[in-house]
């Protein structure tokens, strides 16, 4: 025996001597070795005595790729340039195949060392002659990794449905008994996993629905569409109602084949609650509306009769007239509170419901598993619904009376006015304020800011402008408002003669407020506008 192995190693040494790998390697390895996917390295056996005599005689592209290293590194290299390899079962398992000559899987191995990448590696000897090997090599770390990942992935979300308790989250099988059960089903249906587990899901709906084949219809349009959502009862345990929304999608394999359902149930009563209370809301605001409107038409009509009598006689004109101006004066006052009132309802009541409409959603986004992308889809949707009704609000409840001059004062609202007056008109419009607090009341506040809104009204409307500059000043204790554009100006007299309602009000408030309204215009130079009230 040990003459053989002598033999052997003697004629290893004598074919590695005259050209290794080219005598006892085929031409036809060579090109197949360059083809091949995977890594191959061949290995040489010098003396069989010596498992570190092993020498690299060739290895393709992708054996250096999978570790890490190059084929230049390798090549001509023996297992004795690699110490941590011979203490593996690798070289004694290469030396086996030799002798039986037989191919040996030796499975997944852990390895290392200063050329080699540390890694997974699946690897594979076969024997091509008598004493030259090839080891067939895969870096499969990549892939144990993503398995591994994959199974804690799967494991945290098993965690997480089941530590979900806001939600009821639970599989049905293809007929639609429940097959999972998570707490938060527990906690909303009062039902534990034990007591629920195989039971039918038509079990969570009204007798009523039952009765008209509901549960079986739901079912039927997810597996025709892929999911199902409404909103309706569903009952509990204990028998008792609550007003839930249903989400149920169809599980299918790869195949395509119905595997069952999952069914995802809220609670949302509050909601529906909040929503009806909503609902109730505006019908109120729109007929207490309705009969301020009506109010307002029957004074004004009253109104109109008391003038017409009292035009009758002249000697009654003087106290008509001063009736008629506090009575505009109460309407003012009246409208102004009004608007006061409904912009606040509006701010605050309608503001705060459609806040907190939205901050629901955003959480039902959260928890909204990841494959669930058209019921997350439709949340988003409904989320911009919200912002552009939360802005919608916002912008009436402004137009009507703007919360600014209430909170911060006339100055900061006159800011506001201005600058919204350009972002909506493109018209630069300059202001100027005074820097000591002015000492005006609430009335003449708002008389203020109506006169200035109303002024730029106009100049937007008819006045073609590109610029406008306001001045508010105190003076000879006088509070001045002065107001100027460069566009086209008009004839004030003719305005004045005929009826335009826009200066007869900005007049009238000034009057009430014991205050001078002076309008003076220029096709060339534009319109001046000046307002004086005493402080």
């Known amino acids: 025996m040990c003459a053989q192995r002598t033999a052997t190693a003697e004629r290893t040494r004598n074919s590695s001597r005259r050209g290794g ?151 049905l099988d293809a007929t639609g008994h429940v097959a999972s059960w998570n707490a938060g089903a527990q906690r909303l249906k009062g039902y534990s996993a034990k007591e629920i587990v195989g039971k039918h899901f038509s079990i969570f709906y009204p007798g009523e629905d039952v009765k008209a084949g509901k549960p079986l219809r739901v079912l039927v349009e997810a597996a025709e569409k892929g999911q199902y959502e409404e909103d309706g009862w569903r009952i509990r345990k204990d028998g008792s109602r609550f007003w839930a929304n249903v989400v149920i999608t169809a599980l299918r394999d790869s195949r395509g084949t119905l595997q069952g359902f999952s069914k995802l149930t809220r609670d949302v009563s509050e909601r529906r609650e909040k929503l009806e209370a909503l609902k109730k809301a505006k019908e109120e605001l729109e007929r207490r509306i309705e009969q301020r409107a009506a109010a307002l038409t029957k004074v004004n009509q009253e ?86 009704m939360i802005l919608t609000l916002r912008r009436i409840a402004s137009e009507l009376r703007p919360r600014t001059l209430d909170d911060l004062g006339l100055p900061s609202a006159l800011e506001w006015q201005a600058q919204d007056f350009e972002r909506r008109t493109g018209i630069r419009c300059s202001l100027s304020l005074p820097a000591q607090t002015l000492p005006l009341d609430s009335e003449q506040s708002t008389g203020i800011f109506r006169i200035f809104q109303e002024s730029l009204t106009n100049v937007a409307r008819h006045a073609h402008a590109t610029s406008v500059e306001a001045r508010l000043e105190t003076r000879g204790g006088q509070a001045s408002l002065q107001i100027r554009d460069n566009g086209r100006g008009f004839d004030v007299e003719n305005a004045q003669e005929g009826g335009s309602l826009g200066l007869v009000g900005m007049q009238e408030r000034a009057y009430l407020l014991n205050g001078e309204l002076k309008i003076e215009s220029d096709p060339r130079t534009g319109t001046i506008l000046t307002l004086r009230i005493p402080l």
Not at 159 to 164: A, E, H, N, S
Not at 344 to 369: F, N, P, V, Y
Request: glycine share 6%; with cysteine; aromatic share 4%.
């Open 303 to 388: 109104l109109r009769l008391e003038i017409g009598e009292r035009k009758r006689a002249e000697e009654q004109l003087r106290a008509s007239l001063d009736k008629l101006r506090a009575l505009g004066a109460r309407l003012q006052t009246v409208r102004e509170e009004e608007r006061k009132h409904v912009a606040r309802e509006i701010h605050d009541q309608l503001g705060q419901t459609c806040t907190a409409i939205k901050m629901d959603l955003a959480l039902i986004s959260h928890r909204t598993a990841k494959p669930q992308a058209k019921l997350r889809k439709k949340i988003r949707a409904t989320i911009q619904l919200v912002d552009e």
């Open 21 to 171: 790998a080219n005598q006892e390697t085929p031409s036809l390895y060579t090109e197949l070795l360059s083809a091949l996917p995977v890594g191959v390295v061949l290995l040489l056996l010098q003396d069989a005595d010596d498992l570190g005599s092993f020498r690299i005689v060739d290895a393709n592209v992708a054996a250096a790729q999978v570790s890490g290293a190059s084929t230049e590194m390798f090549l001509g290299k023996t297992l004795a340039d690699f110490p941590e390899i011979l203490k593996t079962k690798i070289p004694a398992e290469m030396l086996a195949a030799l002798q039986t000559g037989r191919a040996r899987n030796l499975g997944e191995l852990q390895y290392s060392d200063d050329r080699i990448r540390h890694g997974i590696y699946s690897l594979r000897i076969f024997p091509l002659s008598r004493s030259l090997v090839g080891a067939v090599i895969e870096n499969v770390t990549d892939r144990k990794m993503a398995e591994q990942a994959l199974r804690e992935s799967e494991e945290r979300l098993r965690l997480l449905v089941q530590g979900v308790k806001e939600y009821a989250i639970f599989h």
